[in-house]
């Protein structure tokens, strides 16, 4: 699930900058299965966008701030 966020993430900001993979840190959650059948039986929420679409839209508008794009290039 991970790889596939990456991938959909690189995908939509048009980069290939690929994964770094690192030993497990102190708190990190092991296990986790992203699900929103619960929010969706409990408060009857539906999703607009699809994945692909909302980061292609949060991709568009971080593109557009400098201070976002400067932060980002740094830590790559």
Sequence with gaps: ???????????????????????????????SLADIRAARTAFGFNPRVSLEQGLAEYWSWISQDELTLQQLEREA
Aim: glycine share 6%; net charge positive; aromatic share 4%.
């Design 1 to 31: 699930m991970i790889n596939e966020l990456a991938r959909l993430i690189q995908d939509a900001a048009s980069l290939q900058v690929g994964v770094r993979y690192a030993p497990p840190r102190k708190g990190d959650v092991r296990d």
